[in-house]
């Protein structure tokens, strides 16, 4: 008795004071208590650290709790008292903060990888000075649609159009992209139905570079199409991502050109990555979509990500096992959110928006670094090579800021651009096993670049219908990119020197049109007679164009239709065939320009609808490597024929 009435005039309290100080101490560690079990449960929620590391945290807090525990129950010091108390809350404040964030890492990523779905936005196109401005204003219009491609999406765009406009609308269909825009300028359709995507694609298109101008948009409708391929949850000792960047804003879902085409190839157990780029403008086949013809890979973007994943697979004989895709927003968010990036140039050059960069290490913030990476045309002549180079830097230099600490000061906001702008289908469960491993081992990473090249050329792409800059893959590049793949899988150590100095031989046999190990050329793997030769397709007059085709996709009245509007190529009692002659000669990216004479776009003129279909037989295989050889060719920049220089030249 005597010693607690010494207690409480040593420190000045009343018994009803010590009571209620003794009762909000008990609160404090309680709320510090719980705190804690919630922290230890969202860290096994998350599934992101290794076990020892989850008991020793539990370890750490416990040993605290029991430490402020005793520190607040000295009763000879209430300054000791309040120490433990303030100390107690904020650990508290701070446990309940990064619950708080490691959930809104977690929901994010779940986020991103929720989606299994493509969406492809489909517009309805009429003339700029049409007085139409919405689809119920253009239900007597003729809508022109594509006779060979994007059945299934124009079947059910038309389905919801006849439901807005409350009849069945009349359609004809129409050979390809080019010709689809040369009727509506024309006058012999009112309407086009076009997926967003292909007007973007005629920008460097001889006579179409002004096509968005002409045209307005009265109504857009969003198609969904669910993913066929199944992706396994558990992590594997290698696999493939394939990184997709969209050249569009808003939604990584909607299917769009790919502008960035690199395959991460991976290596869990030696901590490898090599990073595989693919020129974008590659003249290949699109398996299940351009029928045996050749197209640029960009172009497989605008069929959803698997074509690009099913075309990539085809021309290196790989597996991909998982993608991710980011659009341009996206890329500019993060990178300002990590506070910029840096970048080491190969080249001093001024890009088309007029940024400039010096050679050497720049600073970038999102919109350099995204004019960074989309540049080619002040490469005169490596310009698609030159920027999967440069994208791969920014990638990297991407994934430096990430592992510092400027991720943490700036969590919010990256994360927020996660889930606005990004979009994988890699399961949680492999993510959190690859963090959990990586925080087990610790271990570095070694990450190695390769980029495909091959010989400039000017083609007529199955989706665009015209000739345009296309790359025809080298043969040798492809087979060195293969090799590659198998020596990281089979756990090799890549020597990054030594690849890039293969890859220099490779880029500078190309140069001069060789494409294989055995020296040949373009015009000894390809058709020689298909050079001078394009087939062409034309419209006769106005009522035999008007009265051909017409057909309704609601009624299922498709299949029983008249004779095509545009006659077919192989059809030689209905068509005009014009034959052009060319000077025969193996593409170069050094001294090139076009021989050809191309059509005007007028009324009754004819236009390229579709590439020759020859095929390369290299040793390894792939039918996808390569295409026809043409009669001009162009250099590397000189996409649509619009070439500008750099002030220094690689």
């Known amino acids: 008795m005597d010693n607690k009435n010494e207690q409480k005039e040593s420190l000045g309290l009343s018994e009803s004071s010590l009571k209620k100080r003794t009762i909000i101490g008990r609160i404090i560690l309680a709320i510090y208590f719980i705190a804690s079990i919630i922290t230890i449960g969202v860290l096994e929620y998350v599934q992101v650290l290794p076990n020892k590391f989850v008991f020793l945290g539990a370890f750490v807090l416990l040993v605290l709790f029991a430490a402020i525990g005793a520190i607040m129950k000295f009763k000879k010091s209430s300054k000791l008292f309040y120490i433990g108390s303030a100390l107690a809350m904020i650990l508290s404040i701070v446990l309940c903060v990064v619950c708080v964030y490691v959930v809104r890492g977690r929901l994010a990523l779940e986020q991103i990888t929720k989606n299994n779905q493509d969406k492809t936005e489909v517009c309805v196109y009429v003339r700029k000075d049409d007085k139409a401005n919405n689809i119920k204003d253009a239900k007597n219009y003729t809508f022109g649609v594509l006779s060979s491609q994007d059945e299934d999406i124009t079947e059910k765009t038309v389905d919801m159009i006849n439901k807005d406009v409350g009849k069945s609308i009349k359609t004809k269909k129409l050979d390809n992209v080019n010709v689809s825009f040369q009727a509506i300028r024309d006058k012999k359709v009112d309407a086009l139905i076009l997926k967003k995507g292909y007007i973007d694609s005629f920008d460097d298109i001889e006579g179409f570079e002004n096509i968005s101008k002409e045209l307005k948009v009265i109504a857009t409708y969003e198609i969904k199409t669910e993913s066929e391929k199944q992706v396994s949850g558990k992590l594997k000792d290698t696999f493939a991502i394939y990184i997709s960047g969209i050249d569009t804003e808003g939604d990584p ?71 991710f895709r980011l659009n341009f927003t996206g890329f500019r968010n993060i990178i300002d959110a990590l506070g910029g990036i840096e970048v080491n140039s190969d080249y001093k050059f001024t890009a088309h928006d007029g940024q400039k960069y010096s050679k050497g290490i720049n600073k970038l913030d999102g919109t350099r670094a995204l004019s960074f990476a989309r540049e080619r045309k002040a490469f005169k002549d490596m310009g698609d090579e030159q920027r999967g180079i440069d994208q791969m830097k920014v990638i990297k230099a991407v994934v430096k800021k990430c592992m510092s600490t400027k991720m943490l000061t700036n969590y919010e906001s990256v994360i927020k651009s996660i889930e606005d702008s990004f979009e994988t289908n890699i399961p949680y469960s492999v993510i959190s096993e690859l963090v959990k491993k990586q925080l087990d081992d610790g271990k570095e990473w070694n990450i190695s670049t390769y980029h495909a090249t091959g010989c400039n050329d000017k083609r007529v792409p199955y989706s665009l219908g015209s000739r345009a800059y296309v790359m025809i893959p080298s043969v040798e590049s492809i087979d060195e990119g293969k090799k590659l793949i198998k020596e990281l899988y089979d756990g090799k150590e890549l020597d990054q020197d030594a690849i890039e100095k293969e890859e220099k031989r490779i880029r500078d046999r190309a140069e001069n049109g060789i494409l294989t190990k055995d020296n040949k050329k373009v015009k000894d793997l390809y058709n020689s007679s298909d050079d001078s030769s394009y087939s062409k397709h034309s419209y006769s007059d106005d009522d035999d164009y008007d009265s051909d085709y017409s057909s309704d996709y609601s009624s299922g009245s498709s299949s029983s239709k008249k004779k095509s509007s545009y006659k077919s190529s192989n059809d030689t009692s209905s068509r005009e065939r014009s034959t052009e002659q060319s000077t025969a000669r193996t593409p170069s990216r050094n001294k090139t320009r076009s021989t050809e004479t191309k059509p005007k776009h007028t009324e009754n003129k004819q236009q390229p609808t579709e590439p020759i279909e020859n095929k390369v037989n290299p040793s390894s295989g792939n039918e996808s490597e390569g295409g026809a050889a043409g009669s001009s060719s162009e250099g590397g920049s000189q996409e649509g024929g619009n070439t500008q220089e750099a002030p220094v030249t690689p």
Do not use: W
Not at 280 to 287: A, F, G, H, T
Not at 301 to 315: A, F, M, R
């Open 253 to 323: 879902s909607v299917t769009s050109r790919s502008d960035v085409n690199i395959i991460a190839f991976v290596n869990v157990k030696t901590h490898q990555v090599m990073l595989l780029s693919t020129p974008r403008d590659y003249y290949v086949k699109i398996p299940g979509v351009s029928k045996g013809k050749y197209d640029k890979l960009t172009h497989a973007g605008l069929y959803g990500i698997n074509k690009s994943i099913d075309t990539l697979e085809d021309i290196y004989g790989c597996k991909i096992d998982y993608y």
